[in-house]
Every structure is written in C-alpha cells, then in structure tokens.
C-alpha cells in the first residue's frame, strides 16, 4: 500500500508529529504505514482532517475494509485528543452522508442540545436576574447535552462495516503512548492568562513552572483512554452509565453559573435524521446541511445569488474575488442571506423553517435583484417567504461568533462512498470544563441573547432545542449525480464564507482544492463589518471597498477547511494551511 498527501505546504506540526510516530516508537499500528508528504496524486481512497494522526487513523480504518464512518469514528477519537480545543466527544456534529450502492444522500444532527431545564435565555438566571453577556461565554451553564457519540453510533448501525470497538483502537495507543504537542493548540494555549482560563487543562498541558509545554513535547490523556475503553464497549451509553452521568453533571457544577443539566438529559438524547437541502450552482448540485445549520441555507442563497448577478462584460472576471466588483456583489449577498437566517432558521423540532422557499431560484434571484452594484446597501432585511410563526418567537439574534474553533473532516472510499462531518465544542476548548479526559462544550451560548421586542427569533432556548449553528458539511454532485467535491470548514460564524468562497474557486475557476483554500478569505458574518484576511491578496480590496460604502476590517482568519475533489479517476485534497492539518490517500 502506497499512501500519498493530497495538501498542500509542509508545515511544522506535520514534521514534528510524523518524526515523533515513526522515530520514537509510538502508536506502531500508525506507524507502519508509509507516508510520503509531499506527494500529489489521485488517490482512491481519501481523507483530509485537523490533524495528521486523525487522517491517518482515517485510513487505517479504510485499509481494514471500513467505510467512511467508521474512518470518521477513528479520527474524531483521535481529534479529542490532540485537538481537544476543537471537537471531541463532548460536543456535537453533523454529517452528510453518501451511499453510492443507493445513490441516496442522508444527513443527521448531532448538536449538543439544551437540558429540560433552561431559563429564558443565558443571560437569565434562575431567580429572574439579568446577567452579563461576557460572563456567560464559558462555565457550567453553558454546557449542552453532548451528541457527538450518538450522532456517530447512528450512522454508524446504518453505513459501518467494521465493529464498533475496533474504531477506538488508535485513539486509545496514542493516549496512553504519547502524541506530540501540536503547534496549532501550543498556539491556542500560549496567552499569558491561558493557565488560569484553562485550569482543567493545567496538569495535561502545562510544565511544572506554568507554562505550556512545547510543540512536539510527549503528551498522554490516560483519563480519555480510559473512557474510549469504555465507550468501545457500551457506546453512547457509557456518558451516563455505572457513575459517568454524575461525573459530567459534577463537573458542569462548576463555573460562573452551574449547568441545570440533569443526568437524565444524557440518556435522553436522540440524533436527528435531517433532510440534506440541495441547490444548482452552474452546472452542478451543492448539497449541504439544513436546519438546524443555518450554514447551508446561506451557502446555497449566497451561490445562486452569484450566479445571478448580471453581466460585468468581463467574462474572466465574473467569480473572481481579485475584482472589488464581484468582492461587493459577494458581500451584498451575504448580508441578504444573512437577514433570512436570523429571521427563520431555528431547530426543526421546534421552529417551522421554510427551507424550500428560501432556496427557491425565484426567491434568491429576486433578492439578488435588491444589489447595488455600485453602493452597499445601508438596511438589508429579510425576505418575505410563506411560514406560520408564534406571537413568542420575539427575541434578538445570538452574537457574532467568529472564533476558530470546530474542526472539519472529509472522507471517500474506493467503492465512491462519502462523508462529510464538521465537529465542534463551540469555542476553543468550550466551557473549558473537563470530565474524564475530554472537554465538555458550551454549545448553549449559541441561542438567543436577551429579549429584543419586534426581532423575530426562532433561535430563542429551549428545553431539548438545538441551537442554530454555521457548520454545513457539503458534498456536490456533478451532472451525471456522483460527487465531485467534499468537505467543508470550521471557523465559527465565518464557516459560510469560508465554504462558499471555496465552492466558488473549485467550481467556477477550476481551482485545486489546495489553490482554492490558500486564497484569501472575506466575510460578513460580523454584522456590519466586511472582513479581509490580515496578510493576503483579499486586503488589497480594502480602499475600493471602502469606497462603496463597507466598514472594512482587516484581520487574521483561521479558518479550518478541508476538501476532497474528483479529479483523473481518484481524489485530490488539501487541508486549510492555516492550522495544523493534511489531506492523505492510497
């Protein structure tokens, strides 16, 4: 077996922890595999994740005769343990799935959820007292029910073929044995007040004189061994299960404000199947997440407004973002679509979401009717669309979010299987709340903030809701109905522009997926502000976009995408060069 990258630079973390594996012994069922880093070829069986260990246990798995979920199983394990920041068994994920024996596309919801008891927002306390926005941000309450493992353990019983147990295994070596301190974490952990915000993280990360352990330093997680063992054996249950459930609940007590999250919440969670919501992009079908992701709605509304707009006379400048013309159109787009998410996306067990008449060709070409090529527009609001809402759904839209937590991965096999999964804890290491070697997330800051009167919010909390979030794992399908591109990013509420903006430069301009995530990013997903990439082509728009009207802010972007594309009769890919991960196959 002949493995072979699919990314694009060589960076540092991928030097230290290939070095670290094979020349000190660790992990030897990894280990034995050949690896070749610089390697472009078509593969026919492919991953891309955050992390080397977390692709390689990917395919590992397919070598074994898995398919794409039980390599996804693997390398979210190994994702929890050496990218504890972003994802991992205390959080939530989505996932596309395809089955090529079916041709059928499936997607389930495995958010972290709100416990039974919840106040009206996080912002309200139990005895009716307001609290404060940025005190909320971290802590006991804002820990939701985890839904990774269910999710996982669902699409597992309906598309796995290797045994559940075995998926654990390299997570578990590698916890006991040792992994390398990834750069990207080091980075995370390297602020003069990371100790005292991350205490949970202190004995696992940090040296005796307080400060974090250098890249590359040997680390173990004997606590998380320890639970993959136990979850190997009993599934999702063993969260709750013999003392565990009063453990999570013990450790969501602490914080600001302790969670109102109840052991009975754990075992009461279900994944949702969610139906995958498609959309025509020039030649192509772009299938994404729907509800509760608002994320997909937006790609979908974002991309067929681009196609929309009227000729430039400027054919090779049509979808290019080094045109401040298409940059505004883009940003314009953005703004329209991110009016109609605030207005109706919420949790489909809770919120009536008129998804089929938002992605209507007739609706989305009318709202990109309201762009004015020359001028931002200075009000944008949502569109008028069919839907039956309640006198109660009256309350603010949550905060911009634009943190680089989650983690994105992406995975095909040789008979055309394919997954796509984004991950997350919320923000970087969540509520910073640890429990038996994982990190529990603070999903519940994604609902609604105080009440505003005359602001719809379907996103409002719940008991047992999922709040609305900005991941959209993607697959696209070509004319014939087979996928060509997979993947999709991490990166907080930026995660729509992050993937939209890539679609456009694989799709529209024939990019490779490593030329299309080394681009520049912009974004709007700060209400009011058009972010460019600190550093990249795309601030060079600054001044011109300036000039029409946008309040342009220039900063750093770490995103987190992974892709995968058709190309020659096998795969090419790349992981986003800006954090720690690679695209492999054989």
Known sequence: MKMKTLSGPHRLLLASGLLFLLGAGVAPALAQLPF???????????????????????????????????????????????????????GGSLIMHWDAATAKLTSYDGLASAPARVTATLNIDVDGSVLKHEDMQRGGRTVGVPGTLAVLKQVHERYGKLPWDRLFAPAIELAQG??????????????PSAATDHPDMVPLYFGGDGRVRPIGAKLTNPAYALTLRRVAERGPAALWQDGAGSALVASAQRGFRPTLMAEADLAAYRSEPRDPLCAPFLT??????????????????????????????????????????????????????????????????????????????????????????????????????????????????????????TSQLAIVDAAGNALSMTTTTNLNFG???????????????????????????????????????SMAPTIVFDHSGKPVVVGGSAGGGQIVDYISTSLVEMLANQRSPAEALARGHVSTAVRGKLQLEKGSSAAGQAMALTAKGHDVEIVPMTSGLGFLMRRDGGWIGAADPRRDGVALGW
């Open 431 to 469: 509520s910073r709340l640890m429990v038996n070697g994982f990190v529990l997330n603070n999903a519940l800051t994604n609902f609604s903030t105080a009440p505003r009167a005359g602001q719809a919010a379907p996103n409002r909390m719940q008991g047992g809701k999922r709040p609305v979030t």
């Open 178 to 191: 040792g992994f390398p301190m990834p750069a990207y974490m080091h980075g995370i952990l390297s602020s």
């Open 36 to 90: 070749h880093p610089l390697a472009t070829e078509p593969a026919r069986q492919a991953a891309v994740t955050a992390h080397p260990l977390a692709t390689k246990a990917a395919l590992t798995m397919l070598e074994q005769g898995g398919s794409p979920i039980d390599a996804a199983i693997a390398a979210q394990m190994v994702l929890g343990l050496v990218e504890p920041q972003s994802s991992g068994i205390g």
């Open 284 to 405: 192509y079908s772009v299938c994404a997440m729907g509800p509760s992701s608002f994320g997909g709605v937006m790609v979908l509304q974002i991309l067929q407004m681009l196609e929309a707009r009227p000729s430039s006379g400027k054919e090779g400048l049509r979808f290019s973002f080094d045109d401040p013309e298409f940059v505004h159109f883009y940003a314009e787009a953005g703004r329209l679509a991110q009016a109609d998410r605030q207005q109706y996306i919420g949790d489909p067990g809770f919120v009536r979401v008129p998804t089929a008449a938002l992605l209507a060709p007739v609706y989305v070409q009318r709202r990109a009717q309201l762009i004015n090529p020359a001028q931002m527009t200075k009000e944008v609001n949502a569109g008028v669309v069919d839907v039956s809402t309640t006198a109660s759904e009256q309350m603010a839209a949550p905060p911009s979010v634009t943190a680089d937590a």
